[in-house]
């Protein structure tokens, strides 16, 4: 079945550092792929998606290229903050026609000031 | 603004004892997702529905039941019959396929704990 593996944390940076979480699938297909963040005690936020191979998803200062060759998404940013902190998940939507969702287990990010 | 709320954000259960997790959304999306999250083990999707009335079972549905009488609304009731209740539960909606949407929105989450 569909999966998405992610590197296990937790990451910890210094701020102003560049940040890299990998993380890869197996799927049938061409599924769309996303990172949501989730900051403590709250649900998730979508971060950015890409729906088909060599798009790009970007948003405040994160990117992540889905790349079918390798079957990554991995999520980078050139300088994290404090603000930054929060816990990582990277997904995809199946296209087995049930409308599923797979997540990882999560990275938690911890920027130090 | 529109959005999912979820309710009560915290809740305690005595061992036994039957409780539901109310979620609203007021997006106008079909699908809606109930969602349990255990430290280190990332989502895992307990039932879902597509359209009002209908629901599907997801990978972990034993001890949960569902109902979806309104397009805006998916309680989700956690039976005596869940053997480990307590975690972080979170619902989510999305709108239908056909509009080019595949995002999920996601409440804030309820946190149960069984006493």
């Known amino acids: 079945g569909d999966s998405v593996t992610q590197m296990e944390g937790p990451v910890t940076l210094s701020e102003e550092a560049f940040l890299t979480i990998n993380c890869t699938y197996t799927?049938?297909?061409?599924?769309?792929l996303f990172w949501y963040v989730q900051y403590p005690g709250e649900g998730l936020q979508l971060l950015l998606k890409?729906?088909?191979?060599?798009d790009k998803g970007s948003n405040k200062g994160f990117e992540a290229t889905y790349r079918k060759e390798t079957t990554s998404f991995h999520l980078e940013k050139g300088s994290v903050q404090v603000s930054d902190s929060a816990v990582y998940f990277c997904?995809?939507?199946?296209?087995?026609?049930?409308?599923?969702?797979?997540f990882g287990t999560g990275t938690r990010l911890k920027v130090l000031a | 603004d529109g959005g999912i709320t979820q309710s009560p954000k915290y809740l305690f259960r005595k061992e036994g004892q039957n409780v539901t997790l109310s979620c609203e959304q007021n997006l106008n999306h079909d699908a809606m997702y109930w969602y349990r999250q255990d430290p280190g083990q990332g989502l895992r999707l307990i039932y879902y529905s597509q359209i009002v009335n209908d629901f599907q079972k997801g990978d972990i549905a034993e001890g949960y039941s569902v109902s979806r009488e309104k397009k805006e609304s998916f309680p989700l009731t956690v039976t005596s019959a869940q053997k480990n209740p307590t975690a972080f539960y979170l619902c989510?909606?999305?709108?239908?396929?056909?509009?080019?949407?595949?995002?999920?929105?996601f409440g804030a989450g309820s946190r149960l704990t069984v006493l």
């Open positions: 997904a995809l939507r199946s296209t087995s026609g049930t409308y599923k969702y797979i």
């Open positions: 989510a909606s999305r709108r239908p396929l056909r509009s080019g949407a595949n995002v999920l929105t």
């Open positions: 890409a729906t088909k191979a060599d």
């Open positions: 799927a049938t297909g061409y599924p769309s």
